[in-house]
């Protein structure tokens, strides 16, 4: 008997379809639930191959999809969906859930207080309230943070570095993103020195960006922050290419960005986050408790430059940080 699984909003992910589970593999191991839940359906090669990155890494250490694991995968499509979507994974009884963004963590943790949640990419859990602590997280949060509000005055830096004469610089962001204030906050901070004016541009759905970088051009900037959100990074491919099109230098906190032709990013390792989670996981089903296992924090940092970008808009990339960057795309 093959058992299958229903994807919310109709979305399917390539690799996840169930194995069959025979009666005598029920009966010699125990068959766990583990739920993945992410914003983003995998319509690019790299949400697929992070999600077959985890799958590899539970298989690593036994776990095995089709033998003694069962993947709940829930993709919400938007982020409005994301409090209907955890509270099915829940409904399913899943034994641990693998959330992917702060506002899916946010989300599971209000849909549950006992089910484990394996946080990934979490921004700064201890100032939005998801854990108690790095150290000792209490509840039944833990995972990896990014961390990445405290780089925001290195992604000014990078793009002041590129632009030197820049006196203007929007900032996209999201109003619904848990770390908004704290965005504003070290943007403030960072530029406080700076000749320059900064804008916030919030953008809440994604149906808004064209509309907002038609405001945004009105405004005239010299430059461009993305802020790190899952929504923006679902829809990268977009944002880059309206950034070109209103020919803005912007830098993004992506790698993936660059890879599909923004200028610069700056960013941990997503990979590494990921992979890290399977230790979790592996951790939690063999009976630890998610609030005694302390939060990890990115190790690995990469910096890439789209030289292609650069050059349709007509900016000279400084040798010193090209040297720096652990990725240059010609």
Known sequence: MIQRRTFLCGLTLGTLAAAPLGIEA??????VRVGWFWLVAPTSPEVQALY?????GMRDRGWVEGRNMVIEARLAGRQERFPEVAAELVRVGVDVIVAVSPLAVAAAKKATSTVPIVGVSMGDPVRTGLVTSLARPGGNVTGVANLRTALTGKYLELLKEIVPKVTRVA???NPANLDADDYVREVHQATRSWPAEVKFFNVADSRDFEPIFVEMSKWRPGGLLVIPD????AHRAEVVNLAAKSRLP????STEYADVGGL????PSLEDMIRRASVFVDKILKGAKP??????????????INMRTAKQLGLTIPPSLRLRADKVIE
């Open 26 to 31: 029920q009966q010699a191991e125990k068959v």
């Open 250 to 253: 912007a830098v993004y906190w």
């Open 171 to 173: 900032v996209l962001a």
């Open 52 to 56: 077959d990155l985890f799958l590899r």
């Open 264 to 267: 610069v990013s700056y960013a």
């Open 230 to 233: 899952t929504m923006f990074w």
């Open 291 to 304: 609030g005694d296992l302390p939060i990890e924090q990115p190790t690995k940092f990469e910096l890439a």
